[in-house]
């Protein structure tokens, strides 16, 4: 059978290759080339070399975006692993013990369900849904109570300063219902006579948290915190649906999806849109590896 | 011209970036869309001339089928597949015409273009036209010398240029990269722009229309008093019906040249005087007399307010009344009042408006059979098809035959009475159909403006600067009046 092995590799191979080049790989190449030129959509296009990345470094907006992916490289992970990592513990160990084994909080079967929801709605739903939460006078979900309250509406998507914090909780929203999820399957590995013990000697749920599901959960942890960093780069459709004036106001919640969607879709300029394109590629592939890189350490074997 | 501001997404290209995004490749998602398109393109077989006749004078080949590309937005389609395409196939029974209505243009026609198989006729219009520059600079557009020059439908003893609205052929020429200045688009409908008030609520409180800066403030105070706003536009999608306002009234305060030298991209343009005054006067009544909520709401949220009595001036074009049609209470009568006058020593009489023809239509010269898009435009224009279209949307058409004697609802015809009163003191801009990025920048620095973070001296700094920038950018073709 020896010989036979490299044509039953490759037949089984060949398929999926050939789409991926086809799909993946070839439009990956063509972004770099037709951003090397002043191609507007139409007709052929000519070549201008490095002029559109030259170009970029005085483009006011394509900074602030950078601005804003950095804001939420940070924000986006931190805040929804914190919220899912604590919703997670309380579903699945955060309750008593029952005959030895510890239980989630009371009525976590429903909660789970719950949390699931935004996962499950479109994007542009939620969006839409937002929209709605965040209407600035009296027929918005929040500032309708606000104002019966005799409160002044609060400008959510308007006050420039706000505005960026008001599309991460919408991000945050959507994600945390997969992360409880996802760290919920990875408390569920963790063997329960180590609870039993780390119990035994008198370990608070605190400890118990910090102690022994955190170290546990380490795995899962990096995945989740490259899976949002990877979210963060991206933020284009709630953007888009929600923010004011696509991006606005005044570009103070725009990313670079939405100046690529823009460049390449109202002012059909395709080179340059393809040029943030590479240069949203690059970062996106150094933030992974670097985070691959940083968080690699010893996982705990059991 | 854009009539219904829809969000400049559409859901499955989203979903598609979001996706792609969400495995780390949301580069090539945008690349993806025009993959392979670069390089396609090869010439489509167009189909030969048939033989002119009187009926057919633009020669077109009578089984040639054509297709038609109509904007799903503030007219809707039925105008088209009711009124226009049926004169058509009554004219041409042999040729088949195949309809397609989209609310998205520029999606759904882009990688036709690319891929050299565009649709003959195109109603380029909404938040998503294909950038006419664009099309100018690439040979794509039809030059309509000869069907301006052909005989109308209706009385073939006129050319068709002399049918329509003067000016209006003018509005539709381009030049080309070679130094010609041919027409290649047809705007269809007579817009007249202005500020919309309910008839119905004015007469009820005794108010009159101000005609003069000082009434209009006046009456803002009294209305404000009454716990109604008394100015508002939408700033989550539709500040460019304010930049109009703010222009319009910067044209009335320097003549129609401050315009001109705008869309001419002429140093200092934005600078002017006439448009730093007008911009601080609105500045002003958006600080006093508008809501801040409003930079946050659609056009359609702001529009239903007025109809429900909460805001009492409303900007923008005469579609609003058939835009709104479903949402406004019996009796409202929309009412269209001209931008007050500023100061005494106008250059233009306060009775002084924009009008234009709004909907831009093109053939596209590298389609199959672009003699049969012309035929189509003559049709359209023809009185029959005027008359169709003012029946089906309630808007006047270029063609002023066809509109003659028909009875417009009260919004149409107080529009087309301010027009009559105008007479010649009727102006127009261009810039936001020549030069996309100049049109975003001034609905940005509106919002900047009229919410009260910058003045009238930033706003038209930021404004220049860009119009500079597009000025040095040699990839954007540029376009003079």
């Known amino acids: 059978m020896r010989h036979g092995k490299y044509p039953f590799v490759i037949g089984f191979l060949f398929v999926p290759v050939t789409l991926y080049v086809v799909f993946v790989i070839a439009p990956y190449a063509q972004a770099f080339q037709i951003s090397m030129t002043n191609w507007r959509g139409l007709s052929a296009p000519q070549w201008v070399g490095f002029e559109n990345y030259r170009r970029l470094l005085d483009d006011g907006n394509f900074w602030k975006a950078i601005q804003h992916h950095a804001v939420l490289l940070l924000a986006l992970p931190l805040i929804t692993i914190a919220i899912a990592l604590f919703f997670a513990f309380l579903l699945n160990v955060g309750g008593r013990s029952v005959g030895g084994q510890r239980q989630g909080v009371w009525g976590s079967k429903f909660y789970r369900v719950v949390f699931f929801f935004p996962q499950v709605l479109a994007v542009a739903i939620i969006a839409v849904l937002f929209q709605m939460v965040y209407r600035p006078n009296e027929s918005g979900l929040i500032n309708g109570v606000l104002m019966k309250l005799g409160l002044d509406p609060v400008l959510f998507l308007i006050k420039p300063n706000l505005a960026l914090w008001s599309i991460l909780a919408v991000l945050v929203w959507q994600a945390v219902g997969f992360y409880v999820v996802l760290f919920s399957a990875g408390m569920a590995s963790i063997p329960t006579e180590i609870y039993e013990a780390a119990e035994m000697d008198g370990a608070t749920r605190v400890t118990l948290f910090f102690r022994v599901t955190l170290p546990l959960l380490w795995d899962t942890l990096q995945v989740a915190w490259v899976y949002l960093g990877i979210a963060a780069f991206d933020a284009f459709a709630i953007v888009a649906v929600l923010s004011v004036d696509g991006g606005g106001p005044d570009g103070a919640t725009t990313v670079l999806a939405m100046e690529i969607y823009r460049n390449a879709f109202v002012y059909s300029k395709y080179g340059y849109a393809s040029a943030m394109g590479v240069a949203l590629f690059f970062l996106t592939i150094t933030f992974a590896a670097l985070t691959l890189r940083l968080s690699k350490r010893e996982s705990v074997e059991y | ?481």
């Not at chain 2, 688009?185 to 817009?191: F, G, I």
């Not at chain 2, 009492?312 to 479903?326: C, M, T, V």
């Open chain 2, 1 to 481: 011209m854009s009539i219904t501001p829809e969000h400049p997404t559409a859901l499955d290209r989203r979903t598609v970036l979001r996706r792609a995004a969400a495995v780390g490749l949301a580069v090539p998602a945008a690349g993806l869309l025009g993959a392979c398109a670069t390089s396609g393109g090869e010439e489509t077989e167009q189909v030969s001339g048939g033989t002119k006749s009187a009926t057919n004078p633009l020669g077109i080949k009578e089984d040639a089928p054509i297709e038609v590309i109509i904007f799903n937005g503030g007219y809707g389609e039925k105008y088209a597949t009711d009124v226009h395409e049926p004169l058509y196939k009554k004219a041409f029974p042999k040729s088949e015409v195949k309809h397609q209505a989209t609310q998205a243009v520029s999606t759904v026609l882009q990688p036709r273009f690319a891929g050299g198989n565009p649709p003959e006729f195109v109603n380029n219009s909404g938040e998503k036209f294909l950038d006419f520059g664009a099309l100018v600079n690439d040979g794509q557009l039809q030059d309509l010398t000869e069907l301006w020059d052909a005989p109308s439908v209706h009385d073939p003893s006129k050319k068709v240029r002399d049918t329509v609205i003067p000016g209006i052929v003018e509005q539709g020429m381009f030049d080309t990269a070679d130094g010609q200045r041919k027409p290649y688009v047809l705007y269809y409908v007579s817009t007249v722009y202005g500020i919309w008030y309910s008839g119905k609520l004015f007469k009820d409180n005794g108010w009159t229309a101000p005609t003069t800066w000082e009434q209009f403030t006046a009456l803002c105070e009294q209305i404000k008093a009454k716990g109604i706003t008394p100015y508002g536009y939408a700033g989550a999608n539709a500040a460019y019906y304010q930049w109009n306002v703010i222009l319009t009234q910067a044209a009335k305060i320097g003549g129609p040249d401050v315009l001109k030298n705008i869309d001419n991209l002429e140093d200092g343009a934005w600078q002017q005087d006439a448009v730093k005054q007008a911009a601080a006067a609105w500045a002003e009544i958006g600080a006093k007399y508008s809501d801040k909520s409003f930079e946050g709401l659609k056009h359609t949220d702001v529009q239903l307010r007025q109809n429900q009595g909460k805001l009492a001036f409303y900007p923008s074009g005469d579609w609003l009344e058939n835009e709104q049609k479903k949402d406004t209470p019996a009796g409202f009568t929309y009412q269209l009042m001209p931008v007050p006058s500023l100061t005494a020593s106008d250059k233009l009489p306060a009775t002084a408006i924009r009008a234009a023809g709004g909907e831009g239509y093109f053939v596209s010269s590298k389609s199959k059979n672009p003699r049969g898009g012309m035929e189509y435009m003559r049709q359209m224009l023809s009185q029959e098809g005027a008359r169709g279209f003012t029946e089906t949307v309630g808007a006047a058409t270029v063609v002023p035959a066809g509109s003659d004697g028909y009875q417009f609802p009260p919004g149409v015809a107080s529009s087309q009475a301010a027009l009559k009163a105008a007479g010649a003191n009727v102006f127009n801009m261009l810039f936001d159909n020549w030069y996309k990025e100049l049109d975003t920048e001034a609905r940005t620095a509106t919002n900047e403006l009229m919410f009260g973070r910058i003045n009238a001296d930033a706003f038209a700094e930021r404004i220049q600067k860009r119009a500079d920038a597009i000025k040095k950018d040699t990839s954007v073709t540029k376009f003079k009046r």
